[in-house]
Nanobody, 124 residues
Framework: QLHLVESGGDLVQPGGSLRLSCTASGFTLNNYAIGWFRQAPGKEREGVSCISSRGGSTNYADSVKGRFTISRDNAKNAVYLQMNSLTPEDTAIYYC?????????????????WGQGTPVPVSS
């Protein structure tokens, strides 16, 4: 299993923005599609966004389209999730996950390597 670390989570007011980062240690992300997932209190984990290994293909959940942007910088071995216009409904722990293929997916069970998550509370 690969070691992934999420960072950037913080308390943010409604309407605010955050950028989450997903970094890897001990391996390069170049050959991995990456997904961002979130789990709100009392709810199941859901796929938010995903990106192909080279960054040419992305996908978003309807609930975040137009507000969130996924990107990656393979030279820095990192994947990012820019989150704008946050609402309290975005409150969750956010996880990144990796799968050893170029094809992205927002399906939970497509991934076998996960980070520990970073909390994003959205509240005034």
């Amino acid at each position: 299993q690969l070691h992934l670390v999420e960072s950037g989570g913080d308390l943010v007011q409604p309407g605010g923005s955050l950028r989450l980062s997903c970094t890897a240690s001990g391996f390069t992300l170049n050959n991995y599609a990456i997904g961002w997932f979130r789990q709100a209190p009392g709810k199941e984990r859901e796929g938010v966004s995903c990106i192909s290994s080279r960054g040419g293909s992305t996908n978003y959940a309807d609930s975040v389209k137009g507000r969130f942007t996924i990107s990656r910088d393979n030279a820095k071995n990192a994947v990012y999730l820019q989150m704008n216009s946050l609402t309290p409904e975005d409150t969750a722990i956010y996880y990144c996950a990796a799968r050893p293929t170029s094809f992205p997916s927002r399906t939970l069970y497509a991934y076998d390597s996960w980070g520990q998550g970073t909390p994003v509370p959205v509240s005034s």
